[in-house]
């Protein structure tokens, strides 16, 4: 095993090396990286600002308990020390509700969505309206290789194609100004590397997983690569690697020229004639 301080050496290049590659960020573009509290977004934050990046911060707190509290407060104190801009949207302000509650009323309308897939809706909602008024060029995640590499093969096992023509270090099929573009700086590296360079770093961070993040389908496919990565620990960048040398046929394949609809009630973008957090949100009413 490499000494930590050549690990983070590697890592920190690995990650400079994807933005270069992918061209992700142009050196005027203000950023704002979409923060949880967690060791990826937080590791993305860090090292955008040693970069030298014009960074932001936005978080949206979606009141999960002692679980989004303890993240909050990490990344309150993170941004504070380190002299960042935070912004902070929080589900009970805008909405009324946690999401645990948001989830039980649409359940009493007999509606069985999984919290992730609500929380995962109205997070990217509520950060693409924002992001787009503070006139940033992008929004950053801090998705990683492992990430790509397990949503790439549920929606294989699927047969689900255009979904992964979706993904991608910079994810997205509609290029529309009412989407803020959004990039993956950390999507040639991996959980485990992400990890070690947190921990090495002493990233103020938790690092158990959300207890909404309940999936049994990811669950499955995170553990199976997982168990697989002992006797290949390559596994989860050979697939995103494989999968990059498909992406542009998939974009080809799947890319629309259709405009993107305006929700007829909030005014941000839609597949329909609402859009999905309203179509959401109007089961609460
Ligand atoms: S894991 Fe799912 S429920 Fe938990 S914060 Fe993330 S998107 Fe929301
Ligand atoms: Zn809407």
């Known amino acids: ?7 983070v050496k590697k890592f920190e290049q690995k990650v400079k090396n994807t933005i270069k590659k992918f061209n992700l960020i142009s050196p005027k573009d203000k950023l704002v990286v979409a923060v949880s509290g967690g060791k990826d977004s937080t ?15 936005v978080t949206v707190d979606a009141v999960i308990g002692k679980y989004t509290k303890e993240n ?3 990344i309150e104190k993170y941004c504070k020390e380190n002299d960042i801009n935070l912004h ?17 009323l649409l359940k009493q309308k007999g509606l069985n969505l999984r919290s992730c897939a609500v929380c995962g809706v109205l997070r990217r ?3 693409n309206k924002f992001v787009r008024k503070t006139n940033a060029a992008k ?3 801090g998705h990683n290789a492992s990430d790509e590499a397990q ?4 929606n294989l096992f699927k047969n689900k194609q255009e979904m992964n023509a979706r993904l991608g270090p910079l994810p997205g099929l509609i290029r529309s100004k009412l989407f803020v573009p959004r990039i993956k700086p950390l999507y040639l590296v991996t959980e485990d590397e992400v990890e070690r360079y947190s921990k090495i770093m002493n990233f103020p961070v938790k690092y158990g997983r959300c207890p909404c993040a309940f999936d049994a389908y990811r669950n499955y496919i995170r553990n199976f690569l997982n168990e697989y990565k002992e006797i290949n620990p390559g596994v989860h960048l050979n697939i995103v690697k494989h999968f990059l040398k498909e992406l542009p046929e998939l974009r080809k394949k799947f890319e629309t020229s259709k405009q993107v609809n305006v ?7 839609a597949k329909e004639k609402t859009c999905r957090a309203c179509q959401i949100l109007s089961h609460l009413q």
Do not use: W
């Not at 929700?263 to 973008?269: D, F, H, L, S």
């Open 1 to 7: 095993m490499v000494s930590d301080k050549e690990f």
């Open 43 to 57: 590791a993305a934050l860090y090292l955008l600002k040693k970069f030298g990046y014009d960074v932001e911060a």
């Open 72 to 74: 909050r407060k990490n």
């Open 88 to 104: 902070i949207i929080c589900f009970r302000e805008v909405f009324g509700s946690s999401l645990c509650h948001i989830q039980s």
């Open 125 to 127: 909602y509520l950060i």
């Open 139 to 141: 929004v950053v995640t």
């Open 151 to 154: 949503v790439y093969l549920m």
């Open 263 to 269: 929700c007829k009630k909030c005014g941000e973008p």
